[in-house]
């Protein structure tokens, strides 16, 4: 079994940071991509950014400039630096790994339980 905890949410004002980490844990082989989306009432869930194990990124359009996400290998863990925040990226922010476990050996998505970002004045 995997198992994520996320935490760094929170209500933030118009233009302030916020940092989100995402820790996995449980029988884990290696750890392929890592990524984080967000899902809104009503809405579809979307990518926000993706790293690959290389560390490659890429990011939504909406998000470019603004959020910068990083992971630390040795941790298994995945970073979402949030910066110039919007009301419109109020929202709830769900990590996601795609981590190698055994028994048989296979690459699985592991979802984290979600944490709110909330963007007011």
């Known amino acids: 079994q995997v198992q994520l905890v996320e935490s760094g949410g929170g209500l933030v004002q118009p233009g302030g940071s916020l940092r989100l980490s995402c820790v996995a844990s449980g029988s884990i082989f290696g750890i392929n991509n890592m990524g984080w989306y967000r899902q809104g009432p009503g809405k579809e869930r979307e990518l926000v950014a993706l790293i690959t194990s290389g560390g490659t990124t890429n990011y939504a359009d909406s998000v470019k400039g603004r959020f910068t996400i990083s992971r630390d290998n040795a941790k298994n863990t995945v970073y979402l630096q949030l910066n110039s925040l919007k009301p419109e990226d109020t929202d709830v922010y769900y990590c996601?790994?795609?981590?190698?476990?055994?028994?048989?050996?296979?690459?699985?998505?592991?979802w984290g339980q979600g944490t709110l970002v909330t963007v007011s004045s």
């Open positions: 996601m790994v795609g981590a190698v476990v055994p028994g048989p050996v296979r690459l699985l998505e592991v």
